[in-house]
């Protein structure tokens, strides 16, 4: 054989997504959480930007296919399967030109192998050698969105910088929240959170909403499936409030987009929060505030400092509790959601 042509050299030298034709389909595998899935909005937003034919589907568990609802940068939002070997039947009859990991467990290779094209991983991934191509991890501490950003630019995206979350506009939604709430000023306070490092008191939330209240702010308070008792104890210590349960994740984005201030935990809703452009408070626990914050928007993070912060969460390693949680105080997060309510009502004074 001879030597490979210019053209064939040229192409072997470029990253992925350059040597991909222009109506190339991208699969993209995201599992778990509503924070991961929402927090892909902004890197694939410019990625479509630079690659405006791309096919884009994503795979997500289905309770959070909904964090995609009418988002014009993806084409198709694949859901997993109540079984593994569902989700890879139905991988199985989907061709990609590319199929791009960012989960690195064994499910999620699985799935990668399951669809036909190439796999795309990050070189520390487990069994990395079972991928087509591997990009290495980036060095130091960052974002989330930003660490995305990064393997996309070493698939071949020029970007150097990535927007705001996005969610899109649900207008049926955002009439029923004016139906149901009216005029009236609000601030959505979720006070639930998945685990107890992550989960402040309600009676602190409560003490906010009050604050909250005394500046002419409904509390609304708002939980996901099985966190109603979360809520209903927060609600015992605070007048004038209104609970909204169980709300789909369109309807609770235009509530929170209609909200003056957004208090809550590290949880999907502060995600969804940043998305849909509201202030945001989040009172911060065990996990890694650098990776995780608000993004892009205007936010107060209220986290105290701790030599084990941040851990893995699941439970506190160090005491009976969970000391990084419970030693943010009352004082702390009013005076942080009390900035930011004022910041808007200058913002919004005439010059």
Not at 10 to 31: E, G, H, M
Not at 96 to 106: Q, S, Y
Not at 154 to 161: C, I, M
Request: aromatic residues 6%.
């Amino acid at each position: 054989m001879g030597d490979p042509s210019p053209d064939t050299l040229q192409a072997a030298s470029r990253p992925l997504f350059q040597t991909l034709r222009p109506d190339a389909r991208v699969l993209f595998i995201r599992l778990r959480s509503m924070g991961d899935s929402l927090l892909l909005t902004s890197p694939l937003h410019a990625l479509k930007i630079e690659f405006p034919d791309f096919h884009i589907s994503v795979l997500v568990e289905p309770k959070f296919a909904q964090c995609f609802d009418r988002n014009p940068d993806i084409d198709e939002v694949l859901t997993t399967r109540p079984t593994k070997l569902g989700t890879v039947k139905q991988l199985l009859k989907q061709r990609f030109d590319a199929i791009v990991n960012l989960h690195g467990g064994p499910t999620s290779l699985a799935y990668s192998l399951a669809a036909r094209g190439p796999a795309v991983g990050i070189a520390d991934y487990q069994y990395s050698k079972f991928y087509s191509h591997l990009v290495p991890r980036g060095a130091g501490q960052r974002h989330t969105v930003d660490a995305t950003m990064e393997l996309f630019r070493g698939l071949g995206l020029k970007s150097p910088n990535a927007g705001p979350l996005i969610y899109t506009d649900q207008p049926e939604e955002a009439a029923w929240i004016r139906r149901n709430l009216g005029t009236e000023a609000y601030a959505v306070i979720h006070p639930a959170a998945v685990m107890s490092t992550k989960r402040w008191s309600p009676e602190g939330f409560a003490s906010v909403g009050r604050r909250l209240s005394s500046l002419g702010l409904r509390p609304v308070l708002t939980s996901g499936p099985g966190e109603e008792a979360v809520v209903a104890e927060t609600a015992r210590h605070l007048p004038n409030n209104l609970i909204l349960l169980g709300l789909p994740i369109p309807r609770l984005a235009e509530l929170i987009r209609g909200a003056t201030i957004y208090v809550g935990n590290d949880s999907g809703p502060m995600h969804l929060a940043a998305a849909v452009g509201t202030p945001t408070v989040a009172v911060w626990g065990s996990s890694d505030s650098k990776r995780w914050h608000p993004w892009q928007v205007a936010h107060k993070v209220v986290q105290n400092p701790f030599d084990c912060n941040p851990c893995p969460g699941y439970r506190c390693l160090v005491a009976k509790t969970p000391l990084c949680i419970e030693s943010v105080t009352e004082d702390q997060v009013v005076e942080a959601a009390e900035s930011l309510v004022r910041n808007q009502v200058t913002t919004m004074q005439p010059n």
